[in-house]
């Protein structure tokens, strides 16, 4: 996994719980990294997993809430680092077909040993796709708020339902109409 997506992490921690839960997260956690992350290492996923069900201890919110909440964060992190992927796009709909096919395979351009997940994109109606979503990492929670942060970003409303196709959580159904 990449640096991006730990150091991401720790600032939204800094951000929403201040500094020094940070640091008792990573001298509490024992990390083969040490907790010395730069946004172009390379990672164990597994890392992430550990942080985040710490945090989880920590604040009393739940591991899926706070994937959801940083998907958020991440998104806005997004429009900012890599804002030519993202102004291709007029429409969340359009933004989201475009991941598998454009944005993910510029992303693998950037870091070849990026772990990526797998996205297939149905369209319902105008208004309703379904997505589905395919990874080992099984991180659709973060999955859902980066939806929930491009819909914001194109100033759009949605509902989104998510349903584990497979118990574990590594193939998912994402169910998305637009208000
Ligand atoms: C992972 C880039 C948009 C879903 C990642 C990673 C990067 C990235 C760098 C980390 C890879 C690694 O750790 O090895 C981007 C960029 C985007 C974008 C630049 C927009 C400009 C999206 C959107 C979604 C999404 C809109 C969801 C609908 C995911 C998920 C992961 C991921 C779920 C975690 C890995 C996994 O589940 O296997 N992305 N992404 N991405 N991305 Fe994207």
Redesign the pocket.
């Known amino acids: ?2 640096g ?2 730990f150091t991401e992490f720790l600032e939204m921690i800094e951000t929403k719980f201040g500094y020094s839960l940070v640091d008792q997260l990573l001298t509490e956690t024992d990390l083969p990294s040490g907790g010395k992350y730069t946004a172009i290492g ?1 990672y164990n ?1 597994g890392e992430m997993v550990t942080l985040v069900t710490k945090l989880s201890q920590h604040t009393n919110i739940p591991v899926p809430d706070l994937l959801r909440v940083y ?1 958020q964060y ?2 806005v992190t ?2 900012k ?2 804002r030519s ?2 102004d291709r796009s007029d429409s969340a709909f359009s ?2 077909h475009s ?1 598998d096919h454009h ?2 395979v ?2 693998r351009k ?2 070849p ?5 797998h ?1 297939t994109v149905e369209q319902v109606s105008d208004r309703q796709i379904y ?1 589905y ?1 395919t ?6 929670d ?2 859902l708020g ?2 929930d ?2 819909f914001a970003h194109f100033g759009e409303k949605a509902t989104i339902r998510k349903t584990n196709l497979v118990d574990d959580g590594s193939k998912v159904l ?1 169910d998305i109409v637009k208000e």
């Open positions: 996994m990449k991006i997506v390379t996923h998907g991440m998104f997004f429009t680092k890599y992927l993202i933004l989201l991941i944005i993910h510029e992303v950037l870091y040993d990026a772990e990526l997940p996205f997505m979503y990874s080992e990492r099984k991180l659709s973060f999955a980066l939806m942060g491009c994402f």
